[in-house]
């Protein structure tokens, strides 16, 4: 198997942009607001760019300090992101899901890095940052769901110990669905990356089953831990 990646010029890339070009055309005609999602792709691009970029820089260093400083941006950002959609203000929040995070998604990274894989050293940027940033954002995804289905919930009256079971099935059920639809509907990212370098799909089949493991594992955690901790700031809405 040919373990050479194909290297994509960028005057090639700017085909991928064509097909862009038409779904902002169909919004046009049919009088669609195109601004939000063409601000998306453009900010799309310059992230993506900026991140490849400073993991250059973070790959040359080699350095467990800047790698934990790394980490820890990306746990306070996901704590933040995470309450975007629930009512109850995020400072009174925000400890409780940076520490669910930091708890549920923390635990699965080390048990991924330094037991599935082994990593020597332990801090390896290749590997650390891009695991970390699965584990974290599925674990952010989970806790904004069952957060917000536990806010509603609420609302309907329904009582604390019944809303918590709802929520945590409803924060389960995406990275559920990807679990039964993995190798029937779609081949996720790990395994599609890794097979269009070159790796065998033999091997590229064992990571994306750790993958689905680590995600299903965080998700499940930090949205347990975040609607355990939370308990009395939605108990004393019932009371109101």
């Given amino acids: ?16 942009f064509i097909p862009i070009i038409i779904v902002i055309i169909i919004f046009l005609k049919w009088g669609i607001d195109y601004k939000n999602s063409l601000y998306a792709i453009v900010r799309m691009v310059f992230q993506l760019l900026l991140i490849g970029y400073f993991l250059i820089f973070i790959f040359k260093y080699d350095s467990a300090l800047i790698v934990v400083s790394v980490l820890t941006i990306m746990l306070f950002a996901s704590g933040w992101i995470a309450l975007r959609t629930m009512k109850i203000p995020k400072k009174v929040l925000l400890m409780k899901a940076f520490c669910s995070i930091l708890v549920g998604g923390g635990i699965i990274l080390l048990v991924v890095t330094q037991g599935v894989l082994n990593l020597k050293p332990w801090y390896l940027p290749g590997y650390m940052i891009p695991l970390a940033g699965m584990i974290f954002a599925n674990a952010m995804n989970g806790i904004s769901l069952a957060g917000e289905r536990l806010e509603s919930e609420i609302h309907r009256n329904i009582a604390y110990e019944k809303a918590r079971i709802i929520a945590l099935k409803a924060s389960l059920i995406p990275i559920t669905n990807s679990l039964f639809a993995v190798g029937l509907v779609s081949l996720p990212g790990m395994m599609t990356g890794q097979i269009l370098s070159g790796v065998s799909p033999f091997i590229a089949a064992r990571y994306q089953i750790m993958v689905m493991c680590m995600i299903f594992s965080a998700v499940g955690i930090s949205s347990a831990l975040f609607l355990f901790l939370v308990k009395s700031d939605f108990t004393n809405l019932t009371d109101r």
């Fill in 1 to 16: 198997m040919n373990n050479t990646i194909q290297i994509i010029p960028f005057p090639n890339l700017m085909l991928a």
